[in-house]
């Protein structure tokens, strides 16, 4: 008997949507029913995937948003809840990382990624929470609201890896962020989980796995390959069901044995 998820009716928010992990998220959640909420800085790449969405059949949908600014999370919240209807799903998806050794790590370049992966996300994922919290609260007796908030964390959150120290610390946070808002928010229905990818091959790095850095990086892991970004979409689609009702405070890998 063959069995799928459908997300028809729901509405998730991407962030972060512009390349990489956020733009196969809104593809792989278009895909499964949803309306999608493309959400990043890089307005013309949103309305290329948006077009790219559309010409598959799916619903999709643009806003500006910049995490590291608190007035813009706002209003990109408020203006995807006005166009598309309120916030089922949250993808917190938007992170930044700098390559240097601890001794020369600069304030600025510190401020850089935990305003964007520590600060940012938890700030995109309270506004999105308040909503959900206030739909749950106003529910009238026996109806289901609640929702679904995804942290895109890292394995480097769970293994500290060499030269990339203060990333490893910021998604470390998000680790235990997560682990927070699932206690606080898990009797409203609102479940949050986080998911710690490994190496994955994007448009981002990809001509780094072609160097011989890259390929030496690649000849240490357990099966000396590198994900796609298709490799998440199973898990993904899982946590953002509501099938997913008993998950709730997981932080889960998916890295192909790599922090085993």
Not at 12 to 34: D, P, V
Not at 80 to 97: F, K, P, R
Not at 248 to 258: E, H, K, S, W
Request: proline share 2%; with cysteine.
């Amino acid at each position: 008997m063959a069995y799928s998820i459908d997300l028809s009716g729901r509405v998730a928010f991407i962030t972060g949507a512009s390349s990489g992990l956020g733009a196969q998220f809104a593809r792989t959640l278009s895909g499964a029913g949803a309306a999608v909420v493309l959400a990043s800085r890089r307005l013309d790449k949103l309305k290329e995937l948006r077009a790219e969405i559309e010409g598959e059949g799916g619903d999709a949908h643009v806003t500006e948003l910049d995490v590291t600014d608190p007035d813009s999370i706002k209003s990109a919240v408020a203006h995807a809840e006005t166009e598309v209807g309120s916030i089922d799903i949250l993808i917190n998806n938007s992170g930044v990382s700098t390559t240097q050794r601890i001794q020369d790590v600069s304030e600025d370049d510190f401020d850089f990624m935990f305003n964007t992966n520590v600060k940012g996300a938890f700030f995109v994922a309270q506004e999105v929470g308040k909503r959900m919290l206030a739909r749950a609260r106003g529910a009238a007796p026996g109806t289901f609201t609640g929702g679904r908030i995804v942290n895109i964390a890292s394995t480097a959150g769970l293994r500290v890896l060499p030269q990339i120290g203060v990333y490893c610390m910021s998604k470390a946070a998000v680790v235990q962020m997560t682990r927070a808002m699932a206690l606080e928010w898990g009797k409203f229905g609102i479940n949050v989980n986080a998911i710690c990818p490994g190496y994955i091959d994007t448009e981002i790095n990809h001509r780094h796995w072609q160097t011989e850095q890259g390929r030496k990086l690649m000849q240490m892991l357990p099966r000396k390959r590198v994900g796609q970004v298709k490799d998440l979409d199973a898990l993904l689609v899982m946590l953002c069901s509501n099938e997913s009702h008993f998950i709730n405070g997981a932080v889960i890998t998916a890295d192909d044995g790599f922090s085993a």
